[in-house]
DNA sequence: AAACTAACCTTATATAATTCGGTTTATAAA
DNA sequence: TTTATAAACCGAATTATATAAGGTTAGTTT
């Protein structure tokens, strides 16, 4: 087997389904389909495939942060105590399940975790540090607080992907 | 005018309409006004109401960065030489325009913007690290690149939103 | 209490999604 | 090169959904 078991790799007209979806995830499918000369039924064929492939993971609606109380952001540094390696185990559990902490990566060169926090507010902020100092393993960590989103959440630029495994084209 | 110039605050079931696009945003109404105890018609009405007033700006796919060549991912900090304050206006414009820069944020403490990039290598990591340290008016930067992605894009915490401006409910 | 407004429901119409059968095109084998 | 096979595609029919219009209720204001 020197592929990928189900399916077949997305090829040129697939990647343009993707990013018309990444853009516009509401766009009727007979206008997707005129988007990229294919009549209806094939495209759908297609969307579907990629839904069951794994390479679509879902939809969803774009919400303003601002507009909604979610008008500050934060990054948090958090090192470890690394006395056990359940440490990083019993972090990740609970960080998950902070519904302010948006994202949180493992990082290398420095630190060990990098935090992204959406808040109400700076009060919001104080409570919820309050929090993450307390979770198990925190030694010390470091807030920047963002003063203006120049960029956020861009798309994949699927112009640019490498060929996952073989031809894409 | 003590409130918004058009259209009320968002209630209850404006939120719940929220949180599940915000989860599902290829929901069909059908299905939406049935989870909020609503009439298709009042439903999408509350939805254009939504989308024109703007606290939804959008819809999109959620793609699998991994599967498409972008399992790479990196933060830079970056570090200015203030001069002068257009640098940071040079910068940005600069900046937005690379397509694997992700996410720009200014931030408060200790920097200046906080980049994040999606990446298909590390070889492509060392062409686009080329391209930011050339940009206008940078002085310095630091990588961290992603071992592991703890928690993603979670949706903003509606349950935990600050009443924009008066009641909410 | 009456008038007004806003939100809602029901029904009818238009549009889109989905399914199915058949055709073309590409791929592989003989 | 020819033939067999599979994949992708198209068009038409069906089903479901979105959209629009008219009327009703509930809440507010005067």
Redesign the pocket.
């Given at each position: 087997m020197t592929q990928s078991a189900k399916g077949?790799l997305p090829d040129r007209?697939d990647m343009t389904i993707l990013d018309t979806l990444q853009k516009d995830g509401r766009i009727?499918?007979?206008?997707l389909a005129k988007k990229v000369?294919?009549?209806?039924?094939?495209?759908?064929?297609?969307v579907r495939k990629l839904e069951q492939d794994g390479f679509i993971e879902g939809y969803g609606a774009r919400l303003n942060a601002s507009k909604l109380g979610f008008g500050t952001a934060a990054f948090i540094q958090v090192t470890l105590d690394r006395t056990t390696g359940a440490v990083f185990d019993q972090f990740r559990d609970a960080v998950v399940k902070i519904p302010q902490v948006a994202e949180c990566h493992m990082v290398a060169g420095g630190f060990d975790y990098l935090l992204k926090l959406r808040l109400s507010s700076m009060e919001a902020y104080r409570g919820v540090l309050g929090l993450i100092v307390d979770l198990p393993g925190v030694l010390q960590t470091h807030t920047y607080v963002v003063i203006e989103q120049v960029k956020q959440d861009a798309g994949l630029p699927l112009k640019f992907a490498a060929a996952p495994e073989g031809k894409t084209e």
């Open positions: 077949r007209i009727s499918n007979v206008e000369n294919l009549s209806p039924s094939p495209c759908i064929d297609r």
